[in-house]
């Protein structure tokens, strides 16, 4: 059986953007999996001591870490399961998915979330946190919070590519949806699962993907977040 | 003989982002094809008439217009020349990159440029596209080239998602360049073209790969722009 160590809150479920992106890409592969729940202090821990982030997949004899690697991974390994990329061209493509995130989207949603995600932790991970966000801003995270507002309408400016794309088509890939469509989910799932759920106007064409997305693999995405 | 009809200055040099990443794709696929020309009052004349805007290419009896058709086109008809997409999952995944360029850089672009495209343009093209231009943001090409400095310090924010993958790669999808190397190449291109050659600053990875794009096929895309 295959382990995902991944960060969770006190309530045990997955909030990592990065890892929602590998239990997307394992039911799409359609691996069994088990989570392995862990917090801040306890990352350092996973399989002796190598990997100071999460996701951490063990699969058999192999340990490896950092999502992108994990589905290169997958999707060597698993060949005869649905494609992550669909040939070598959506493999090389798939990184600018990723760096839009993480140069566009994160910053902004790094500010909104941070008091929520402070809230669905437990109480070491907490003190961790805190001090490592407000040495980052330099500000409390109440007054971090504060300054939400003034980020959505950041976010939402630089939302327009994807929902742009997505008034034309359903997935982020055409009409079904690879990896880069996990990759931006990933984001939204993190804010969604630790309370963000009005980010996006009803009627957003992103909200309505997001949606989608969370109905794949039988709805896990949406049950695991049920409050 | 493919013939690609393309919006060209009084000089005769193509400076449509669109075109430009259709001629890059005709060189990345070895096929030969002249440049025809035209200006804003003859798009409506070429081949018959079906056309609003270019690129329009005729490849033997086949017309077509849009950049990424024609490039779903040429990646189909001449499946044995050097890949664009590399894969269906490539051919899918492309589109996000178009729907950044076109609403993430464009908008600050078309400020910055207005009125250098201005100075291109030939006398009947200079009177449409000054009434269209200022009909849109309501004040004079003069004032609208005033906002450039604030346009500039978005277009370098919005640039971040490029910036910090090519500091990772040489090329957009990788160890080597496939059509949305082209699509970002066109949009850049276009504001090279006109004369906004400082957009970014030397060392910028941007700078850098738009510069080893330029060297592509013989550097045919510097050798046009020389003044």
């Not at 069994?32 to 997949?57: C, N, R």
């Not at 690697?69 to 040939?87: H, K, N, R, T, V």
């Not at 003190?127 to 995270?141: A, D, N, T």
């Not at 963000?196 to 949606?211: G, Q, T, Y």
Request: hydrophobic share 40%; net charge negative.
């Amino acid at each position: 059986m295959r382990q995902l160590y991944s960060l969770c809150g006190e309530n045990g479920v997955s909030y990592s953007p990065h890892v929602w992106k590998v239990i997307m890409a394992l039911h799409h592969k359609q691996l069994d999996f088990t989570i392995s729940p862990v917090d801040f202090s306890t990352i350092s821990k996973i399989e002796g001591g190598a990997f100071s982030s999460v996701p951490v997949l063990r699969d058999g004899d192999r340990v490896m870490g950092d999502s992108f690697d994990i589905c290169e991974y997958l999707e060597q390994a698993y060949p005869e399961a649905p494609s992550l990329f669909e040939g070598d061209g959506g493999r090389r493509m798939a990184r600018f998915f990723e760096s839009y995130c993480m140069s566009m989207l994160h910053p902004p949603l790094s500010v909104i979330v941070a008091l929520d995600m402070y809230n669905v932790m437990g109480e070491s991970d907490q003190k961790y946190f805190r001090e490592k966000r407000e040495g980052r801003f330099g500000v409390s995270l109440e007054t971090l919070a504060g300054r939400g507002a003034a980020e959505r309408v950041v976010l939402n400016e630089r939302l327009a590519p994807l929902r742009d794309l997505l008034t034309n088509q359903p997935w982020i890939c055409g009409d079904k949806q690879l990896f880069p469509d996990y990759i931006v989910f990933g984001t939204l799932q993190w804010c969604w699962i630790v309370g963000a759920r009005d980010l996006l106007a009803e009627n957003d064409p992103v909200r309505i993907w997001f949606s989608r997305c969370q109905d794949l693999f039988g709805g896990v995405a949406r049950e695991v977040g049920a409050t």
